[in-house]
């Protein structure tokens, strides 16, 4: 049986007076996938957006399982350019920042060299972010998220800028990460060969409305 990380019941989804989602309710549990479909503009990132104002204060609405610096959230679009010059492996260690020390303590440097192994970034990992691929831009992203052990991740289109053997590759990277740390995922994306392949529930949004569904061949 799969621990619940995020109960939703009877939320509206709403833009200055527009409602984009009207009652919907699902669950997200660890050790699964849950990807979020629906066509463009339907509200998948604003119905994130709605949920990730509730980490603090969960109501019967939203109702958070896990504390909030155990949720992260990589968003669809990041001003990265060319001359961007911070190393791989010290923008994946900005998410530790917040910690009271100046400096990086022995674990969280261990935790930064075993995310950039997950994530098989350690070979460029003094390489200018800039200077990275798409696919690996991305993998860094997901690794920043990743040092700070979150028990839900969700991804915010992570995947569609990618060429569909990245694509694969970072999803397979995803699922490692599902299977080895029990977190959940959430994972908003309109590619139906990567929901077939990897997702364990689909939450489909359309006409308002949402529904949950059961992925047949899903990991879970
Ligand atoms: N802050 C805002 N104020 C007004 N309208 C907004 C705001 N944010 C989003 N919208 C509108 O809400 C609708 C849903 O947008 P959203 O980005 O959530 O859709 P989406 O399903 O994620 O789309 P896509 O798949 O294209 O990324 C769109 O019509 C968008 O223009």
Redesign the pocket.
Known sequence: MKSKVLTVQHLDVA??D?I?INDLSFNVYGGALTCVT????????????ALLKHKRNSTKQVHFLVRPDQVQYVP?FRNVDDDYPLKIKDFVSLSLQNSFLPWLTKSEKDRIENVLKITKLTEIENEPLGRASGGQKQRAYLAQALVTDPKLLIL??TTASLDKQSRVYLLQVVVDIIKRTGAAVMF?T?DPELINRFGDYDLE?ANHHGEMHRVKGGQA
């Open positions: 833009v200055e527009r984009l629906g066509e463009n503009g339907v509200g998948k990132t604003t119905l994130v957006k669809q915010d289109e908003i309109h949004i």
